[in-house]
Nanobody, 125 residues
């Protein structure tokens, strides 16, 4: 399984970015997908997750109402639309696919076994 994240960059506070993650080597419709982020000196933080069929989405408290996760089955990709960005959103963002069996909740990074390389998001004040 390979995940390739893209779309990061430098943006001013209040701006928007759209992250994308292309997934290959796996049957796309059979697993949930998640986004996590990690800032320097901090633990990896849950950002958002979407279930296998896209019917349910989940968000970390710090991004609720500002970020939207979606998946495109035809293209085998997952997206993260980020609006009203804040300096505290600055981090490396990672996409991930969940394990075959549900051992943890979708906001737990241990539930995911394949990760992309990360894309840097920097929000200036």
């Amino acid at each position: 399984v390979q995940l390739q994240a893209s779309g990061g960059g430098l943006v001013q506070a209040g701006g928007s970015l759209r992250l994308s993650c292309a997934v290959s080597g796996h049957t796309f419709s059979t697993y949930a997908l998640g986004w996590f982020r990690q800032a320097p000196g901090k633990e990896r933080e849950f950002v958002a997750a979407i279930t296998r069929n896209g019917g349910s989405t989940y968000y970390g408290d710090s991004v609720k109402g500002r970020f939207t996760i979606s998946r495109d089955g035809a293209k085998g990709s997952v997206h993260l639309q980020m609006n009203s960005l804040k300096p505290e959103d600055t981090a490396v963002y990672y996409c991930a696919t969940e394990r075959t069996f549900r051992l943890y909740s979708l906001d737990n990074p241990n539930q995911y076994d394949h990760w992309g390389q990360g894309t840097q998001v920097t929000v200036s004040s």
